[in-house]
């Protein structure tokens, strides 16, 4: 049973460009939220997909967008990169009705140089 | 003010001792969730434990239970018998209760970093 998944592991971006980030989540979730993670800080929310739409958002800009498939698997898309988007992208599956199980995937690390 | 807040920012503990991380929470919600997860230095977050607000008795998972205080509105993971393998970031997160399918945001600490000396 594979867990969430995450694609790439590491990405290098210039200032100004655009980046997607994918995930797919754990067999049986249809959910999924995604996570930015600065160094040595917790995880910050930036938005969660179900059912092919966003259902709630944190407080990031509109440069953060997002999508979700069908088969529940999600992109997040950056545009006009920033230096102080570099950081480690979480992405974390669930089940609605389940909102015990959150996992996460092993990240995308972004550096904006 | 902090919707969690973890006041250790580092913590030693002797391999085969018991160490408690500390959580402590903020929400006006009656339905919430608490969990914790670990991050070791890959960066993956790995879940560990939850609590539910209702939930009467605190949670166990293996060497992990979470000594959760409603009252006090704290939720300190223990890990019993340390391994060198449990040096990394702990993290505590809280899910506040919202009705539908948009009830999953988790709001994290700023963590702590364990360190198990052999």
């Known amino acids: 049973d594979a867990g969430v998944t995450q694609s790439p592991t590491h990405l290098i971006k210039t200032r100004g460009q655009q980046v997607t980030l994918r995930c797919s989540p754990k067999?049986?979730?249809?959910?999924v939220s995604w996570y930015q993670q600065a160094l040595g800080q917790g995880p910050q929310f930036i938005f969660q997909?179900?059912?092919?739409?966003?259902?709630q958002r944190g407080n990031f800009p509109d440069r953060f967008s997002g999508h979700q498939y069908p088969n529940y698997s999600s992109e997040l898309n950056v545009n006009a990169l920033l230096l102080g988007d570099s950081a480690l992208y979480l992405c974390?599956?669930?089940?609605?009705?389940?909102?015990?199980?959150?996992?996460f995937g092993p990240g995308t690390r972004l550096t904006v140089t | 003010a902090q919707k969690i807040t973890q006041t250790q920012p580092g913590m030693f503990v002797q391999e085969k001792e018991a160490v408690t991380l500390d959580c402590t929470y903020d929400?006006?919600?009656?339905?919430?969730?608490l969990f914790w997860y670990k991050q070791p230095s890959s960066g993956e977050m790995i879940f560990l434990i939850y609590?539910?607000?209702?939930?009467?008795q605190n949670a166990t998972e293996g060497r992990y239970s979470l000594n959760f205080q409603k009252a006090r509105k704290s939720a300190n993971l223990v890990i019993s018998a340390s391994q060198l393998g449990d040096s990394a970031m702990y993290f505590c997160?809280?899910?506040?209760?919202?009705?539908?399918?948009?009830?999953?945001?988790?709001?994290f600490g700023k963590g702590t970093k364990l360190s198990v000396i052999p």
């Open positions: 997909y179900y059912e092919e739409e966003e259902r």
């Open positions: 974390a599956s669930g089940e609605t009705g389940a909102p015990y199980e959150q996992y």
């Open positions: 929400t006006s919600d009656q339905s919430y969730g």
């Open positions: 067999s049986g979730h249809d959910t």
């Open positions: 609590q539910g607000s209702y939930d009467e």
């Open positions: 997160a809280m899910r506040e209760g919202r009705s539908g399918a948009g009830s999953y945001q988790l709001t």
